[in-house]
């Protein structure tokens, strides 16, 4: 299956760790990669390949695969991070995650 | 640092064809897909289809080939029509730059560059 499965909404406390997660069969040959978007904005790519970050986005966003579910960590949220983040196969043949709702409380 | 600037009708009737352009700037098209992306009103993100420099090009099999996808390379330009749109076409529609990384046998591909974004609204 192509489809990629993601939690619809997740919540952090300031300043705490939080996981993300992407399940998907694809995942096992490609890495995720994620997405984070804000209201009314493009999606910013902030996670690629095995671990990489574009220039530019804070090192608290890490990414990790586990079998077939891809994970992004945020250590230490900020009130900035929250947004909602997508992940996608990892293949140009593209296919978007539901994307996930991040809630900094 | 490459830059998509996209434009195209945002306001279309049913049975009206939708056309959006979008130019690339500060950078080549070669070795790279070029795609696009909707996001219907409240919804996630849909890949539409690209298309490499050669001309190749590829879809969303679930979009059931409603779309077409072409490039000027002499403009720099790459383009998405779509005829007979109806309502449940409307959607923001991004552009994007698809970017490859890694070795042979272990390729992997993310968007690192995207459009702003045209809001197509399709309504009688």
């Known amino acids: 299956s192509s489809e990629l499965t993601q939690d619809p909404a997740v919540s952090v406390a300031l300043g705490q760790t939080v996981r993300i997660t992407c399940q998907g069969d694809s995942l096992r040959n490609y890495y995720a990669s994620w997405y984070q978007q804000k209201p009314g904005q493009a999606p910013v790519l902030v996670i690629y390949?095995?671990?990489s970050r574009p220039s530019g986005i804070p090192d608290r966003f890490s990414g990790s695969r586990s079998g077939n579910t891809a994970s992004l960590t945020i250590t230490g949220a900020q009130a900035e991070d929250e947004a909602d983040y997508y992940c996608?196969?990892?293949?140009?043949?593209?296919?978007f995650g539901g994307g996930t709702k991040l809630t900094v409380l | 640092q490459v830059q998509l600037q996209q434009w195209g009708a945002g306001l279309l009737k049913p049975s009206e064809t939708l056309s959006l352009t979008c130019a690339v700037y500060?950078?080549?098209?070669?070795?790279?897909?070029w795609s696009w992306i909707r996001q219907p009103p409240g919804k996630g993100l849909q890949w539409i289809g690209e298309v490499n420099h050669r001309g190749i090009t590829n879809y969303n099999p679930s979009l059931m080939s409603r779309f077409t996808i072409s490039l000027d390379t002499s403009k720099n330009q790459f383009s998405l029509k779509l005829n007979s749109v109806t309502a449940a076409d409307t959607a923001v529609y991004y552009c994007?730059?698809?970017?490859?990384?890694?070795?042979?046998?272990?390729?992997?591909?993310?968007?690192?560059?995207w459009g702003k974004g045209t809001t197509v609204t399709v309504s009688s």
């Open positions: 996608d196969s990892g293949n140009h043949l593209v296919v």
């Open positions: 390949g095995q671990n």
């Open positions: 500060g950078g080549s098209f070669s070795g790279y897909y």
């Open positions: 994007a730059r698809i970017n490859s990384g890694g070795r042979f046998g272990d390729y992997y591909y993310y968007i690192d560059v």
